[in-house]
């Protein structure tokens, strides 16, 4: 069971990234999904989930709403996080994760399978 993260790099202040997480060895349909982000010198911190429910739901932490989506494809191989509006406070290394759950949750400690995370640095 392996996850990735890809699509981080360097985009100006106010510009759009959309990461994505596949995995391998299992598909994502029954998982809920969050990406988590580390700034230099600080704790990681949740910042968007979607359910593994029909539904998918999604949750975002106050600070990315209205700027960041989180999404899954037809086929529920990979999940999406569309960034929009980007902010030098949101550099940061990307990581995804997963866990069987119901609903979804920005608590890092809940989360089963982890990949490597992607570097994303907004900057001018």
């Known amino acids: 069971v392996q996850l990735q993260a890809s699509g981080g790099g360097l985009v100006q202040p106010g510009g759009s990234l959309r990461l994505s997480c596949a995995a391998s060895?299992?598909?994502?349909?029954?998982?809920?999904i969050g990406w988590f982000r580390q700034a230099p010198g600080k704790e990681r911190e949740g910042v968007s989930c979607?359910?593994?429910?029909?539904?998918?739901?999604?949750y975002n932490v106050d600070s990315v709403k209205g700027r960041f989506t989180v999404s899954r494809d037809n086929a529920k191989t990979t999940v999406y996080l569309q960034m929009n509006s980007l902010k030098p406070e949101d550099t940061a290394v990307y990581s995804c994760?997963?866990?069987?759950?119901?609903?979804?949750?920005?608590?890092?400690?809940?989360?089963?399978?982890w990949g490597h995370g992607t570097l994303v640095t907004v900057s001018s």
């Open positions: 979607i359910s593994s429910r029909s539904d998918g739901r999604t």
């Open positions: 060895g299992f598909s994502l349909d029954s998982y809920a």
């Open positions: 994760a997963a866990v069987q759950l119901s609903g979804c949750s920005l608590n890092a400690w809940r989360y089963t399978y």
